[in-house]
C-alpha cells in the first residue's frame, strides 16, 4: 500500500511558476512510475507527465516545453515544476503510482495509487 499527498498548489498569475510536490510512503518508491494528472470543472482527468523508474520522462503535448517531471528517491518525493503557466493550466493536480510493468503511462487506469489532489489557480 502507498499513500500519496500532494502539495505546493495555489494561486499564481498567467505567466508565473508553481512547483507541486508529492511524497509517498513505503520504502520502495524507487520501483514505481510516478505520474502527474489533472482534472479542470467540465473536463475529464488528462495525464500531464510521468517519469519511469529509470528516470525517463514522458509529457503530454500541451504542457511540453513548460513543465517538468522530476523524482527525488531518498526523499520519496516527485516533484512538477510548471513554469509559462496558463489559464488552461487551472485544475486540481493529482499525483499518482503505477508498481506494475505497464506499455504505456499517460492514461489514468495505468495507476495503482492516487493522491488527495491539490488545486491550482491561474488567474488572467
Known amino acids: 500500500q502507498v499513500q500519496l499527498v500532494e502539495s505546493g498548489g495555489g494561486l499564481v498569475q498567467a505567466g508565473g511558476s508553481l512547483r507541486l510536490s508529492c511524497v509517498a510512503s513505503?520504502?520502495?518508491?524507487?520501483?514505481?512510475?510516478m505520474g502527474w494528472f489533472r482534472h479542470a470543472p467540465g473536463k475529464e482527468r488528462s495525464f500531464v507527465a510521468h517519469i519511469r523508474r529509470d528516470g525517463n520522462t514522458y509529457y503530454a503535448d500541451s504542457v511540453q516545453g513548460r513543465f517538468t517531471i522530476s523524482r527525488d528517491n531518498a526523499k520519496n518525493t516527485v516533484y512538477l515544476q510548471m513554469n509559462s503557466l496558463k489559464p488552461e493550466d487551472a485544475a486540481v493536480y493529482y499525483c499518482?503510482?503505477?508498481?506494475?510493468?505497464?506499455?504505456?503511462?499517460?492514461?489514468?487506469?495505468?495507476?495503482?495509487?492516487w493522491g488527495q489532489g491539490t488545486q491550482v489557480t491561474v488567474s488572467s
Open positions: 499518482a503510482a503505477s508498481y506494475y510493468y505497464r506499455s504505456a503511462y499517460d492514461y489514468w487506469s495505468a495507476y495503482d495509487y
Open positions: 513505503g520504502r520502495t518508491f524507487s520501483s514505481y512510475t
